[in-house]
């Protein structure tokens, strides 16, 4: 069974400008969660999706925005890229998210550089 | 969710247990206790959870203490792929929506 998906693997980008981000979570799998990793830092959460609807959402500026598909795949977007935005974005999926006792399963991640 | 205090790193040898350590003084009645971590160049993984008992899963052990503010994740024979960074992660039970709370975790080392 495929894992989670993430695309593009790496992306360079300048100041201002802004990102898609997409993931395509485990089949079966209704729920998708973002976090941004920088470097030297454990994951910090961004967003919750569960049925195209935002559930939960990080302490993370105006910037990030993201939206879940029919299909349950996701894109996250942010805006006017900053420096500080240069992290590895990861996704993770689980079946539906509500309990905490749900194992969430994390893609590869998506390495973006802000120059 | 409450706050975990876990050494920075840890070293230790290929084919010996490992006891990560994790200190949850705060934690509430409704906690989880979860541990996952982290390969080098690859997202998260879950390795275990529990609420009150010691559990046991193929990964892992995770030994609670009696009183819940601390715990332990137990490496049985440890192999040079469990080198990583390890996150103990407190989720209230109706805390789903709310995401996964990382600290910085131990960095294990293994030594051939």
Not at chain 2, 4 to 32: A, F, K
Request: aromatic residues 8%; hydrophobic residues 30%; charged residues 20%.
């Amino acid at each position: 069974d495929a894992g989670v998906t993430q695309s593009p693997t790496h992306l360079i980008k300048t100041r201002g400008q802004h990102v898609t981000l997409r993931c395509s979570p485990i089949s079966g799998h209704k729920s998708v969660s973002w976090y941004q990793q920088v470097l030297g830092q454990g994951p910090q959460f961004i967003f919750q999706y569960y049925e195209k609807e935002e559930r939960g959402r990080g302490n993370f500026p105006d910037r990030f925005s993201a939206r879940q598909f029919p299909n349950y795949s996701s894109e996250l977007n942010v805006n006017a890229l900053l420096l500080g935005d240069s992290a590895l974005y990861l996704c993770a999926s689980s079946l539906e998210g509500a309990r905490s006792t749900d194992t969430q399963y994390f893609g590869p991640g998506t390495r973006l550089t802000v120059l | 969710d409450a706050k975990t205090t876990q050494p920075n790193s840890m070293e230790s040898n290929e084919e010996e247990p490992v006891h990560l350590p994790c200190n949850h003084s705060t934690i509430s009645g409704t906690d989880y206790i979860h541990w996952y971590r982290q390969l080098p160049s690859q997202g998260p993984e879950y390795v275990i959870h529990g609420l009150t008992s010691n559990v046991n899963n193929r990964m892992a052990s995770l030994a609670i203490a009696e009183d819940r503010k601390s715990s332990t994740l137990i490496l049985h024979r440890a192999t040079l792929r469990d080198a990583a960074v390890y996150y103990c992660i407190l989720r209230d039970a109706g805390g789903g929506a709310d995401g996964l709370t990382f600290g910085k975790g131990t960095h294990l080392i293994i030594q051939p």
